[in-house]
């Protein structure tokens, strides 16, 4: 317990912002990086713009794809074969995914916010909506996968997606 309440005080402290340096797809990046001690994990830049469902559309929440980003590096650091690594973490994503539309009702992000982020991205920001619904996403995506440092959990939940 004591591990996923510092995790999810490392989400919030870069999450909470009041420079909204980082959207959902970075802090989950980010903080999954840093628990996962993968090399350079303070470059939130491949998720630039996976933030507001992907370029603002409304698509799949930032909390997956940050989550997405990160189980990948995690699965190509783990899994020496390319292809086996790709297909673990698909895998692992689709769990995540399919775990969290139960949790929400909804993966993608204009209906977990209810805004249009390219027309209402100000009136988001007023609504502190990223601040609770938001922030309660990217702590369940973090903490999920979270586990996975964990060689024994990597091994029970990971090594059976390998292909046989």
């Not at 993968?38 to 939130?44: F, N, R």
């Not at 992907?54 to 698509?59: F, P, T, V």
């Not at 993966?107 to 609504?127: E, N, P, V």
């Not at 938001?134 to 090594?159: F, G, K, N, S, T």
Request: include cysteine.
């Amino acid at each position: 317990m004591r591990l996923v309440n510092e995790l999810e005080r490392r989400a919030r402290e870069l999450f909470l912002r009041d420079d909204n340096v980082y959207g959902c797809a970075e802090t989950t990046l980010v903080a999954l990086q840093e628990h996962f001690g993968l090399p350079d994990p303070g470059d939130s830049s491949a998720a630039m713009a996976l933030n507001g469902g992907i370029a603002y559309s409304g698509g799949a929440c930032g909390a997956i794809t940050g989550a997405a980003l990160a189980l990948g590096r995690l699965a190509g650091e783990r899994v020496a074969d390319h292809n086996e690594a790709k297909r673990v973490a698909r895998r692992l994503t689709q769990g995540l995914m399919v775990a969290f539309e139960e949790e929400f009702g909804s993966s993608r992000c204009r209906d977990l916010t209810g805004y249009d982020m390219l027309a209402d991205h100000d009136a988001f920001l007023a609504s502190d909506v990223w601040r609770t619904s938001c922030m309660q996403q990217i702590a369940y995506a973090v903490e999920r996968v979270a586990r996975l440092a964990d060689p024994a959990v990597w091994q029970a939940e990971a090594e059976p997606l390998r292909a046989p």
